[in-house]
């Protein structure tokens, strides 16, 4: 990758990346699949999940099945998405699935936006 990046400008390596590395579109059902096999074992009452992403999976299969056991398992799961909240239910977003297997789900789409988040994670922590 970093050959990649070196020696390419930087629209051809992240078109190279996504096409190579990416599959070229999102797919949360896959990452979701990727979660649990991955750190699924690690998820107590202690964890907090943060997801940051459109949730727009290009009418793939969203797997929200695994979402809420990731939600049963873990003390919070927060979705960070960078499109306004109008832009949830539309085309290609699974938000609708999605906003019921979290704990909170935030508009995030600016470092105003992160800073409240974050400033409410650790006041809230305990």
């Not at 050959?3 to 400008?9: G, M, V």
């Not at 999605?98 to 922590?125: D, F, I, W």
Request: glycine share 6%; net charge negative; with cysteine.
């Amino acid at each position: 990758m970093t050959r990649l990046f070196q020696s390419s400008n930087l629209e051809d390596a992240m078109a190279k990346t996504m096409r190579d590395y990416g599959n070229g579109s999102t797919d949360y059902g896959q990452m979701l699949e990727d979660f649990k096999r991955n750190c699924m074992d690690d998820v107590d009452n202690k964890t907090t999940i943060i997801v940051l992403g459109d949730a727009r999976n290009n009418h793939g299969d969203p797997k929200a099945e695994i979402l809420r056991e990731m939600y049963e398992k873990s003390k919070r799961v927060i979705w960070l998405n960078p499109e306004p909240r109008s832009n949830w239910l539309v085309g290609d977003a699974e938000m609708k699935k999605y906003g019921p297997n979290c704990h909170q789900t935030e508009v995030c789409n600016s470092l105003t936006h992160l800073e409240r988040v974050v400033s409410n994670l650790l006041k809230y922590a305990a």
